[in-house]
């Protein structure tokens, strides 16, 4: 999935550098981590759990958190903001979207034109259930409601005044976006896809763990929510409530504000948390998530459909998100965000 760059969030005019990399290695890590869980769920599931639907929401809040310090705390213009954001994302989508239909053409994934075009509209979240479907963009669904929330987040943050304020609008829109994943799955009984690919409804992750990181700012946590174990057991608790028994609104009413929780205080979590996320091996996994988020959903296909060795075919995960990180994402992000 798309990230913003942890180097946003850190404050320039009064930390070291060590504080300063440091920052930027546990989130890195967490991304890692999360990119980590969506490509064990999906190459080597696990009985009793879905860690790739887990893995996607350590993403989510991860990029509320983020969010959140850029635009509300930082109040990073939105103009570069925006420019940013672009040469992050669309190189890499754009190439990804290419190969996969120069590749997939005619092969045992129906690939289809108009669903390339809404994945590149950001709008596949909503074509995607209501009108054109294509098996290697499926989760593409996920950007497209990150996309959604940068420009409601932008939106608020032009438009809405004093911090106490942002803070009451992004829970009650996470409220009543919760509200209606959970309706529409146990009243009117729609499967996974129509309930919760929708960002009126999946955009409670980000917007929540916003407003968790706009109170911890202005010290408003509880005291009961600031120890060095608060993330650890925060995180734990939620993978919990993501166990397969346990009905899926209940992973978004309960589990994924544990989780914002979690990624909001791991700035005072023990070290053990930090340390691990910080290793070098879960921030360069983190480093490559959005070009490993990318290439891993056709390859996931061929092991999900056609039962090929799982080994193998994330070897060759690795190799496209590396040659589309060193050779697309990188390059290009570098050369638009100097000369645009």
């Not at 608060?230 to 009905?247: E, G, T, W």
């Amino acid at each position: 999935m798309t990230d913003i760059s942890a180097t946003h969030v850190v404050p320039s005019r009064s930390v070291t550098d060590k504080a300063a990399r440091a920052r930027l290695a546990y989130l890195d890590g967490w991304r890692g981590l999360s990119i980590a869980l969506v490509l064990i769920g999906h190459f080597f599931p696990v009985p009793g759990i879905n860690l790739g639907v887990l893995g996607v929401e350590f993403f989510f809040v991860l990029s509320g958190r983020l969010m959140g310090e850029i635009l509300f705390i930082e109040r990073f213009p939105l103009k570069k903001f925006f420019k940013r954001r672009f040469s992050r994302i669309y190189p890499a989508l754009l190439v990804f979207v290419i190969a996969a239909m120069v590749g997939l053409s005619g092969t045992f994934i129906a690939f289809k034109w108009k669903a390339a075009l809404t994945a590149l509209t950001f709008t596949y979240n909503y074509a995607g259930i209501l009108i054109n479907r294509a098996g290697a963009l499926d989760h593409i669904w996920s950007l497209c409601v990150e996309e959604h929330a940068y420009i409601i987040l932008a939106l608020i943050s032009v438009v809405v005044t004093g911090r106490g304020n942002v803070v009451r609008l992004l829970v009650t829109l996470s409220l009543l976006a919760m509200a209606n994943g959970a309706i529409s799955y146990w009243v009117y009984g729609m499967d996974y896809e129509h309930s919760y690919w929708r960002t009126d409804v999946h955009i409670a992750s980000i917007l929540l763990s916003a407003s968790i990181c706009l109170l911890k700012h202005d010290d408003r946590l509880p005291s009961l929510l600031k120890g060095p174990y608060v993330s650890l057991v925060s995180a734990a608790a939620a993978i919990l409530l993501f166990l397969d028994p346990v009905p899926t609104p209940i992973h978004y009413l309960f589990a994924v504000p544990l989780l914002a929780l979690a990624v909001n205080t791991l700035d005072t979590s023990s070290w053990h948390l930090s340390g691990l996320l910080s290793s070098r091996p879960m921030v360069m996994i983190g480093l490559w998530s959005y070009s490993l988020y990318l290439w891993q959903q056709p390859f996931y296909k061929f092991v999900a459909e056609q039962g090929s060795a799982p080994i193998p075919m994330l070897a060759a995960v690795f190799a496209c998100a590396l040659c589309s990180y060193y050779l697309v994402e990188k390059p290009a992000r570098a050369w638009l965000n100097r000369n645009w």
